[in-house]
């Protein structure tokens, strides 16, 4: 009579193939979940010129702990979602945050993605993505650059207030303003 074999603890093939099946299972399933309640967000294309037109600019600075209050609203959109009404008066959708580079560890502003309409509803400018500007940078929506790359300092948009390490602010200059959705208005209507 042989003696039974003992059973193998810990990991074996089996059991790993076992686990990585579950974990895989899980991934899909949260998945579905978060698409079926994001499904009514807006993605930043669909955000469209009649939005911007009918937004209120009545805010010349956002606050660091505002825009994060709102990041990630849409659930589609990385970032926060800002209106920006240009010294041009032109019309712009921006995706935004404080953040850093990861090979950089100074604080910085960024602009995700972002579109400019000019008082008609035609884009204008080449779409603006994953801009990086110092806080001590200004940049000009408009033209889609800071001033050191170029653009006109009468042209600048946004520039930056820093109070402390802690207490930064996005400023409206020469005119322009700030419109901040609410995440209800960054679903579908």
């Known amino acids: 009579m042989s003696s039974p074999q003992p059973r193998k603890r810990g990991l074996t093939y089996g059991r790993l193939l076992t686990v990585m099946g579950a974990a895989i299972a899980l991934a899909v399933i949260l998945a579905a979940v978060r698409a079926v309640i994001i499904a009514d967000h807006l993605s ?33 959109i990385q970032g926060t979602v800002i209106y920006v009404k240009t010294s041009e008066g032109h019309y712009a959708k921006l995706a935004v945050e404080f953040g ?66 802690a207490d930064q602010s996005l400023i409206a200059v020469n005119g322009a303003a700030f419109a901040l959705p609410k995440p209800e208005e960054l679903r579908r209507r």
């Open 44 to 76: 930043f294309a669909e955000i469209d010129f009649e939005r911007l037109v009918a937004a209120s600019y009545d805010r010349t600075e956002l606050t660091r702990a505002e825009l994060e209050k709102y990041r990630g609203a849409s659930g589609k």
């Open 100 to 165: 850093y580079q990861f090979w950089n560890p100074t604080l910085q502003f960024v602009i995700y993605q972002g579109g400019v309409f000019d008082r008609q509803g035609r884009r204008i400018g080449e779409p603006i993505y994953n801009k990086y500007m110092l806080l001590v940078q200004r940049f000009d929506i408009d033209a889609g650059r800071t001033v050191e790359r170029g653009a006109s300092p009468e042209g600048v948009d946004l520039a930056f207030v820093e109070r402390t390490v």
